[in-house]
């Protein structure tokens, strides 16, 4: 069915017109969809909607794209019931994610959970809430992605694992992009931080596409089977050796549906 969407999106957006109203203004969904629609198939698939953290958004990416990320917090205003929304806390609209998924269901492709606040208190039981809405055949297109570094995130990663999801460190951005290539004492001490973070049992590397060049220094020396993960929220995403280079792609998402 998306592939279909897909075919007929490419007659719709010329690719020139889709470029130059890129360039002017923010993207609309036949911005986006124009972009999109311009990737091969194996490029196309990882293509993932930001935040679609609403009923609409998250079904606006359902019927176009096969990967969506949304935001979710285990425990603060959602009461510990797995919300859906970006900080702050007032935010919070009283979407779950169990309701969002019993309602809309998973995506074609990825599931890319950014969860903001997994911690000791409360990991336990985002694990087995999972484990519980998203069937054991699919838990291996769900992303778990958390900023959790310290040594105590060890088990935790395995547990994650051994149920199949896949398990990402959200590499700090700032200070990966002040880093970049340089080789000073403060930026190979997060290079160390980093791979001793990932070498604890993650699956994933998931930056923001501005620290790409840090990233890269990494890539010859993380632990065996991590993969890269990123986001592009710009208007002019365009860098095919990057997406090439990752598992998925995360660009900015208008969220309305087309008629």
């Known amino acids: 069915m998306i592939a279909g969407i897909f075919v007929a999106l490419a ?3 010329a690719i020139g017109l889709g470029a130059e109203l890129w360039s002017r203004h923010r993207p609309t969904l036949g911005d986006v ?5 311009t990737l091969d198939d194996e490029s196309r698939h990882k293509i993932c909607a930001h935040r679609a953290n609403n009923i609409s958004m998250y079904r606006s990416a359902l019927r176009y794209l096969e990967c969506i990320e949304i935001d979710t917090h285990v425990s603060p205003a959602s009461g510990g019931l797995a919300g859906v929304y970006h900080p702050p806390d007032s935010n919070f609209r009283g979407l779950t994610l169990e309701q969002l998924l019993a309602q809309q269901g998973m995506p074609e492709g990825h599931l890319w959970l950014d969860t903001k606040d997994l911690a000791p208190s409360n990991w336990s039981a985002y ?3 999972l484990s519980r809405v998203i069937p054991p055949e699919r838990r291996g297109d769900v992303v778990v992605e ?8 060890e088990p935790v990663a395995a547990q994650f694992r051994s149920r199949s999801f896949a398990f ?4 700090p951005t700032d200070e990966a992009i002040a880093c970049a290539e340089r080789r000073t004492a403060e930026c190979d001490a997060l290079r160390r931080r980093v791979l001793d973070t990932l ?3 993650f699956s994933h590397l998931s930056f923001d596409s501005r620290a790409a060049a ?3 220094t990494l890539r010859p020396m993380l632990p065996p089977g991590v993969k890269f993960l990123t986001w592009d ?3 002019t995403w365009k860098d095919r050796p990057l997406i090439d280079d990752v598992d998925l792609y995360i660009v900015y998402w208008p969220g309305r549906v087309l008629n």
């Open 11 to 13: 007659s719709m957006f």
């Open 33 to 37: 969809l124009s972009k999109v629609a």
């Open 127 to 129: 694990l087995e809430l």
């Open 146 to 153: 958390t900023v959790w570094w310290t040594p105590d995130v």
């Open 168 to 171: 990402s460190y959200y590499l």
């Open 199 to 201: 070498a604890r049992g």
């Open 214 to 216: 840090f990233a890269e």
């Open 233 to 235: 929220l710009s208007r």
